[in-house]
Structures are given as C-alpha cells and as structure tokens.
C-alpha cells in the first residue's frame, strides 16, 4: 500500500464525522501498528515538494527526507518518493488509486500526481495491470495529464469505491437487488 497524499501541513487535525477533532500524527501512528499488525507494508513519501503558501512558486523546497519544516506544507511527494511508488506499481498485478499525491492543478505541485498516472497507465499497457481508478480528483488527475483512457477503469466514486472494496452493501446497488 502506498500512500502518497501531500498536502498536509505538521500537526494537522481534522473532525471526524462524529464531530470528534481528531490529531492526524496519532491516527496515522495507530493506522501504521493496525497495517504492521495485518503484514501489510505501507510506503509513506520519503520526500515531499513544499512550499510556505498552497499557490505557485518557481523555487519549491524539495525536503531531503519525510518531514515537512515549519511553516511549510507538503503540497506534493517528492521525486524519490514518485520513484519509489513507481517501482512498487510496476510489481503489482492491480492498483487501485483513491487520491492525488498533491495538488496537480497548480503545475509546480503535479510531478508526483501524473507521474503516479503515467506510471500506472504504462503498466496497464505493457504488463496488463489492472489498474482502477477511484475518485473525482484522481479521475480528473489522470483526464488532466492524458492517461484516463489507458486505464483498465475510471471512477469518480471514490467513497463508494473504498466502501465496497471493505466489503459493504452500497445503497444503490441494494436497491436494485431488492426483489419486493
């Protein structure tokens, strides 16, 4: 599993949909024991793109490792950190992809989000990866740089799309299979 979501900036919260102010460091920390826990390997970005403001910028800090400085916001991964995904991808027979890597519509932010794209596209071609899509912002990510169509699918559904791969019953679907 790969995790490349950059735009975050140090000590970040968020609410959760119980309302509940949640710390994003204590979450990611209890998320990586639950993966060690399972054996599921979890690649972080190990450099990011930064930048003090979430605007365009000609001279970006490239991090020489995982931490964002103060002040900063990791506004894309970094390009060892693209390497790295890409390297992973071209090892597997399916990806699934539910978010950009960073903010791809400012141009200076969306090396790791299309190199994420080309990468996964190129795979689908030259070793038949199942490659799938979930999500408005991936989906319009990869209509962006010109690799949607050599996916094997593309979603704009990327809430619906992680909830039936958990395994839940999604409500349109349910519907449709009720025979009353």
Partial sequence: MTIGKSYCEAGQSFTDKYGEKQDI???????LEKAKASNVQVCLPIDHICHTECKATDSPLVTTDGNVPDGYMALDIGPKTLQRYASEIEQCKTAIWNGPMGVFEIPTYSAGTFGVAKCMAD?????GL???????????AAETCGEATRMSH???????????????????????????
């Fill in 130 to 140: 199942l490659s799938i899509i979930g999500g408005g912002d991936s989906a319009s």
């Fill in 25 to 31: 460091v204590s979450l990611a920390g209890a998320l």
């Fill in 154 to 180: 593309v979603s704009t559904g990327g809430g619906a799309s992680l909830e039936l791969l958990e395994g839940k019953l999604l409500p349109g679907i349910t519907v449709l299979d009720d025979k009353q």
């Fill in 123 to 127: 795979c689908t071609e030259k070793t």
